[in-house]
């Protein structure tokens, strides 16, 4: 086994490494022995030499180590293997594969490293600089273990095009790493059918983590008037109506999306009953109230209001704001579903936000279901940044 530089942590740091985590940040060192070059394998120490990991390691980054195995043994394309094929294991037993996340970084122990599949096409995300340099190998190990299932995959598309890997010293990139295909791709998830802008949506280019949530509220549309905000492509406001919803009013502040989102509409046969408007929730929300407009379901999906901890005050703010206007559009046992996808905005934090906004505006808020993300995004306990998802479905009572 080839000898690896060594890097020893402080006394009394680690902390997040040793309850179960995968990373090490650049506070925590005391020294680094042997020559290394940035996105290498290191093994790491405690302060009395005790073995804790191999990790990459990356000096251009506060997250200073990433870190692979507990075990000291040899990286190469057999621990690769066995890495994928356990999580593709996983995703047999726990989703529906037809579209799915296959990798999810930290939580599938390849830290930094993020798969999706669409129908017979992947979409790869490589944000972090040790990870990247086994992405040829990780890609061909990755079919090598779906071709084992006799699942064929027609073509690959990077899309390392987030802001994330300028903090790892790397640049933002995107293209095809197969030979070039039609980006735009067609899946059916919960019966619904969609295009995929694989190459140009918004980060891989369809939210797989929400699949089952929006099954969910299927069971309370049928003959409902729906408002869906923040509908990106339409997939809330799609099931809504594939579930025989009345009416449906899809927004969002992209026009874009909303292109995409009729496209969709048409796909499934649903325009009649679906209307998608480009607009900002927060001047519509307050004009629909002032019209004293009422819907049987509300739905709030929007993008993270805060993705660090310095901006969770505002993001607070923008949660309550939202999500009392909701309440007061949603008719007297109506419903509301809501949802945060910032790992930063706590459990806690959303729970106590929604009272307060549900305090605001006069009603009782009856829950319905408390979910996460799918399974095919799992949450390593450990690893705190892998839970980022909370979804409630509550019944709106007014307060008499």
């Known amino acids: 086994m080839e000898k690896r530089a060594a ?17 090490v940040y650049d506070n925590e060192i ?14 790491v120490l405690d302060f009395d030499e005790y073995f804790l990991g191999v990790g990459f390691i990356n000096t251009a980054s506060k997250i200073r180590i990433r870190v692979l195995t507990r075990l000291n043994q040899e990286i190469d394309e057999e621990f690769f293997y066995q890495r994928i094929k356990k999580a593709w294991e996983y995703r047999k037993k726990t989703v529906d594969t037809s579209s799915c996340r296959l990798i999810f970084g930290e939580a599938d122990f390849l830290p930094g490293f993020v798969v999706d599949k669409f129908s017979d096409i992947l979409v790869v995300q490589s944000l ?3 990870i990247d340099r086994w992405k040829d190998t990780i890609l061909n190990l990755l079919l090598k273990v779906l071709q084992e299932d006799k699942i064929f995959i027609r073509g690959i598309y990077e899309r390392s095009d987030a802001k994330v890997r300028l903090q790892e010293g790397m640049e933002r990139t995107k293209g095809f790493l197969s030979e070039p295909f039609d980006t735009k791709v067609e899946i059916m998830e919960n019966n619904v059918r969609y295009f995929v802008d694989v190459a140009e949506g918004q980060k891989t280019g369809f939210f797989l983590d929400q699949k089952y949530n929006r099954l969910a509220i299927q069971k309370l549309c049928r003959n409902a008037e729906v408002l869906d905000c923040f509908t990106h492509t339409g997939s809330f406001a799609l099931n809504a109506a594939i ?17 995409q989102a009729k496209e969709n509409a048409s796909l499934n046969q649903v325009s009649e009953r679906t209307e998608f408007c480009c607009a900002d929730i927060f001047e519509l929300l307050p004009k629909l109230e002032k019209e004293n407009m009422k819907y049987d379901l509300v739905i709030l999906d929007p993008p993270a209001f805060t993705k660090s901890r310095s901006s969770i005050k505002q993001a607070v703010r ?10 007061k559009l949603v ?22 936000t929604i009272q307060k906004a ?7 808020l009856r829950q319905v279901e408390y ?23 509550f019944q709106i009572v007014n307060k008499r």
């Not at 890097?7 to 990373?23: F, P, Y």
């Not at 025989?244 to 874009?256: C, L, M, N, R, Y």
């Not at 979910?371 to 479905?393: M, N, V």
């Open 128 to 130: 972090a600089l040790g």
């Open 30 to 43: 005391a020294q680094v022995t042997g020559e290394f070059e940035n996105g290498a394998l290191v093994d």
């Open 243 to 259: 579930a025989g919803a009345e009416k449906v009013i899809g927004v969002d502040a992209s026009q874009t999306a909303i292109d």
């Open 7 to 23: 890097v020893k942590l402080k006394k009394g740091s680690g902390k997040t490494l040793k309850s179960g985590g995968l990373w």
């Open 318 to 327: 923008g949660y309550y704001e939202i999500n009392q206007r909701a309440m």
């Open 371 to 393: 979910r996460t993300q799918s399974p095919d995004h799992p949450i390593l306990w450990a690893a705190e940044e892998s839970y980022y998802l909370k979804f409630y479905i």
């Open 358 to 364: 549900a305090n605001n505006a006069h009603c009782y």
């Open 331 to 352: 008719k007297d046992h109506g419903f509301l579903a809501t949802c945060s996808c910032s790992h930063f905005m706590t459990p806690e934090l959303f729970a106590e």
